[in-house]
């Protein structure tokens, strides 16, 4: 069993794909290095990451795969998936080795693998910039915290910065203690372990009671579907609407 040890990047996993094909290794497992538990029933594989490597491999999946394969092989690596790291590999893998684009080749495991992760991640933004619920500070900066399952508040960032027009807005993701910090022209993101010091502005009390009888007036409750509202409305994101907090 071969397990190759990267950086969780995309240039890690461009440098895993160069050294597989440089020394004809294929890994079992591929691991990021920062949290990776060491085993006893396997050979243990660092890759170094080269920005000439992982140039060099970029340019030929561009080739091969297409203008937007390095993107989705981005997307794929947001996921929350012990196994994505893996998936990413072997769909950059199959690529290179076919020499041309895979996206619809779903029976090679390798491309459902890949792109069954991808649309999960892709699905939860999608879900995400509806569910998300800002609010004003004293200084006019829009602020929304969330817990997703999956690394997104990246891709959903773009989203905000085109709907809010130049307003100033932060997404902050509470679970890896990560921050997209808009202006409203540009983004900018950051890690911190430091609680949001966030003051309300006077007029959210009255939005939020807004948002409440709204809330109220759309349930029938002799026609409540407790499992088709978790379905649509997942309980993991409602807790941070504030039109369902008592």
């Known amino acids: 069993m071969k397990i190759f040890t990267i950086e969780n990047h995309i240039n890690g996993i461009l440098c895993a794909l160069y050294l597989s094909f440089t020394e004809k290794i294929i890994p079992d497992f591929v691991e990021d290095i920062s949290t990776f538990q060491p085993r006893f029933d396997g050979a243990i594989i660092n890759v170094n990451t080269n920005t000439a490597n992982s140039e060099r491999v970029k340019t030929a999946l561009y080739k091969y795969g297409g203008s937007d394969i390095i993107y989705q092989m981005k997307i794929c690596l947001m996921s929350k998936e012990h196994s994505a790291l893996l998936h990413a590999f072997n769909y950059g893998y199959a690529t290179l080795k076919y020499r041309t684009d895979i996206s619809n080749m779903l029976s090679e495991k390798a491309v459902s693998d890949f792109s069954y992760t991808v649309q999960k991640v892709l699905h939860e933004r999608h879900i995400l910039t509806g569910m998300i ?114």
């Open 133 to 246: 619920r800002f609010r004003e500070s004293i200084n006019g900066v829009l602020y929304a915290k969330f817990s997703p399952d999956n690394d997104v508040v990246s891709l959903i960032a773009p989203h905000f910065l085109k709907r809010l027009g130049r307003t100033p807005f932060i997404l902050h993701d509470l679970s890896r203690n990560k921050i997209c910090i808009s202006d409203g022209a540009t983004i900018k993101t950051v890690f911190t372990n430091l609680p949001a010091n966030f003051t309300p502005a006077e007029k959210e009390s009255g939005i939020s009671e807004l948002w409440k009888k709204y809330y109220g007036s759309v349930n029938i409750k002799e026609r409540k579907n407790q499992r088709l509202q978790d379905n649509f409305f997942p309980r993991r994101y409602r807790k941070y609407c504030y039109e369902t907090w008592e």
